[in-house]
């Protein structure tokens, strides 16, 4: 087992891609704190996971943009399991308008979803992995952040903040054992994906098989959509690699939706 007894906070995760990572890690024996802002489906989610064994899992209330929240919550794993070895900073939400269109309320939250939550998570999460002597800090990106598209100015722009982050969190904890990594989905079918179908379709005046033809998969080199397992499966890579050697990079899973 590659994570066993290893302690990871997923954020995120009582669903969609956070909770197929939460699940790999479980089946490698790591302890997993379901961190969400639905507290039901996270408990629910964890006493699905701590069945399938061999690891376990808990789940905790957490709202990623509230430093009181994360704080909170990252200490009640402390108390549970010890400390913390990985961070997966994966909670996330899209909305889509043109620039001119964007109202500034939506610009603000889904930046503070996506870079103060991964800012709030890390700097609670950080401290532990350093009295450990090393940890793995895993940031959800997305092929965005390496390209753009039209209708998502604030998604794109969170989405290369990270890359940015990561090289930061790289170069800070080195010293210290703990390496940073960005994971870059293509379009995986997760409700957060399903949503946008008909919002672009609206917003682009197209039908919605045109958006998942040609916009989501016109550019993968097998008209397939990114699966949850096979995040999951770059996740753990980056959470089970044995030295530095990959540390600040980020890893594009897209079917060639995008390469680099």
């Known amino acids: ?3 066993k007894d290893k302690v ?6 009582a669903r969609g891609i956070g909770q197929a990572i939460a699940k ?10 379901i961190a969400d802002l639905d507290l039901d489906a996270a408990q629910k989610t964890a006493k699905e996971l701590t069945a399938l064994g061999p690891g376990s899992a808990i789940g905790i209330a957490m709202n990623v943009t509230d430093e009181d929240a994360v704080n909170a919550g990252v200490e009640k794993v402390v108390e549970t399991w010890d400390g913390v070895d990985i961070l997966v900073s994966n909670a996330g939400i899209q909305l889509v308008h043109k620039i001119e269109n964007f109202p ?17 998570t890390t700097k609670a999460c950080i401290p532990h ?3 450990r002597g090393g940890g793995s800090v895993i940031y959800m990106g997305s092929v965005h952040s390496k390209e753009a598209s039209p209708l998502k100015s604030a998604y ?9 982050l990561a090289r930061v ?6 010293a210290h054992g703990v390496r940073a990594n960005v994971i870059c989905p293509g379009f995986v079918k997760t409700p957060l994906v399903e949503k946008q179908i008909p919002e672009q379709a609206k917003e682009l005046g197209v039908s919605e098989e045109e958006v998942v033809k040609k916009i989501m998969l016109g550019g993968t080199v097998d008209g397939e959509f990114t699966t949850t397992e096979d995040v999951a499966e ?27």
Do not use: C
């Not at 990871?8 to 995760?13: D, K, L, M, Q």
């Not at 790999?24 to 704190?33: F, K, P």
């Not at 889904?110 to 870079?115: G, K, N, P, T, V």
């Open 234 to 260: 770059v996740a753990l890579l980056f959470a089970a690699f044995p030295t530095n050697a990959l540390t600040g990079q980020s890893l594009v899973v897209s079917h060639g939706w995008f390469m680099e």
């Open 169 to 174: 969190i790289s170069k800070e904890g080195a």
């Open 8 to 13: 990871a906070v997923i954020t995120g995760s």
């Open 24 to 33: 790999r890690y479980v089946l490698e024996g790591a302890r997993v704190a």
């Open 104 to 120: 500034f309320a939506e610009w603000k939250k889904l930046l503070s979803i996506h870079l103060d939550g991964a800012f709030l």
């Open 156 to 164: 794109v722009t969170a989405k290369h903040g990270l890359l940015g």
């Open 129 to 131: 992995m350093y009295k």
């Open 1 to 3: 087992m590659q994570l």
